[in-house]
């Protein structure tokens, strides 16, 4: 379990994070999603003890990352930005050397192999040197090497940047399938990388969080009003006029004249659906409805207004 409160990251004058709280039970994975520079490497790097925070708490487990940092280190895996390798090594022997470091030696070391070997799919390019596999091998003997000390916790930051889209894939599976045993918290900066993969969204803007959920979640608490666009025959100013009367829920925003046929647009509240009352208006009225499409808040629209300036709702 990873408990944040209240945390905070200044470098000099630049706030990178500000008094962020949240908390990650075992089992879940979480999607850290933010705009470049919005403070998720600053918050990985602090959860995994690499930078001191300004202010705030950090717990992993219980424990508590200033007074027990190594010991957190020995529970969580970390995949750093970039992914940093010694790619003149072989896979192997990056592998021992890591390993080593952890005084994983001997049999368990043996064993440690043949686990991360078989849960990321190494087996082809163990003796192969790390400079001449592939960029989605390389991300995989990056995960490896963050779980060769079979941490319960994975932090793993831009896991799928810069693959190509068949081995983003191939990673979010895996991703998928380590998220069965380990509480995985990931970062990126594209939403549809985050939503394939994870179970819960925290999104980050300028140093905050400003949304926290499930995809689902998300879209019922930030969705916005629906537009409608119409494009009718045979009806006027007038008529929308006296739509607007009949049904107050309907908002007309704007109307144009295309070689006689009006393209309209409407909008109505969340929750609310006129489509059949209007399209029974237009029966009564003569009008001839050519076209009728809601257009609804994705994710994508949502994102992109908590990550812009100003308020979806607004
Ligand atoms: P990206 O996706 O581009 O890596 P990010 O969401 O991970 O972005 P951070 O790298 O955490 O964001 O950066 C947050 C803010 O802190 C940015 O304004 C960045 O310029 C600043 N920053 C990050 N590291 C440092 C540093 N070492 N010194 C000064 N400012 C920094």
Redesign the pocket.
């Given at each position: 379990m990873i408990k944040v409160t209240d945390l905070s990251k200044d470098?000099g004058p630049?706030e990178?994070v500000k008094s962020i709280s949240f908390e990650i039970q075992d089992g879940e994975i979480v999607g850290f999603l933010?705009a470049?520079?919005?403070?998720?490497?600053?918050t990985l790097k602090m959860i995994t003890g690499y930078l001191v925070p300004t202010e705030g708490k950090i717990e992993v487990n219980d424990l508590n990352i200033i007074d027990d940092t190594h010991e957190i280190q020995k529970q969580i895996g970390y995949l750093p930005?970039l992914n940093p390798l010694y790619t003149e090594m072989r896979v192997y022997e990056y592998f021992e050397f890591l390993a080593g470091i952890r005084n994983i030696t001997g049999r368990p070391f043996k064993d440690a192999l043949a686990r991360v070997v078989e849960n990321c799919g190494l087996n082809g390019v163990i003796h192969k040197n790390i400079s001449e596999c592939s960029k989605g091998y390389k991300q995989r003997i990056g995960l490896a090497a963050a779980m060769i000390h079979d941490p319960k916790i994975l932090i793993l930051d831009?896991p799928v940047t810069g693959l190509d889209p068949n081995q983003i894939v191939e990673i979010r599976g895996l991703i998928k399938k380590l998220g069965k045993e380990k509480l995985v918290f990931m970062s990126s900066?594209i939403l549809q990388e985050i939503q394939a993969t994870v179970d819960r969204i925290m999104i980050i803007h300028e140093g905050e969080i400003v949304a926290n959920g499930t995809s689902d979640e998300l879209m019922s608490n930030f969705m916005g009003n629906v537009l409608l666009n119409m494009e009718i025959k045979g009806g006027g100013v007038e008529s929308i006029e006296h739509i607007q009367a009949k049904l107050p829920s309907v908002k007309f925003i704007s109307m144009e004249d295309l070689n006689g046929i009006q393209h309209v647009q409407f909008e109505y509240d969340k929750g609310q659906d006129p489509r059949e009352e209007l399209f029974r208006y237009a029966v009564d009225n003569n009008w001839s409805i050519l076209k009728m499409t809601p257009h609804t808040t994705n994710l994508e629209d949502i994102f992109r207004d908590l990550t812009t300036e100003g308020d979806i709702n607004a």
């Open positions: 470098y630049v990178a933010g470049n520079g919005a403070g998720k490497t600053t930005e831009e900066h």
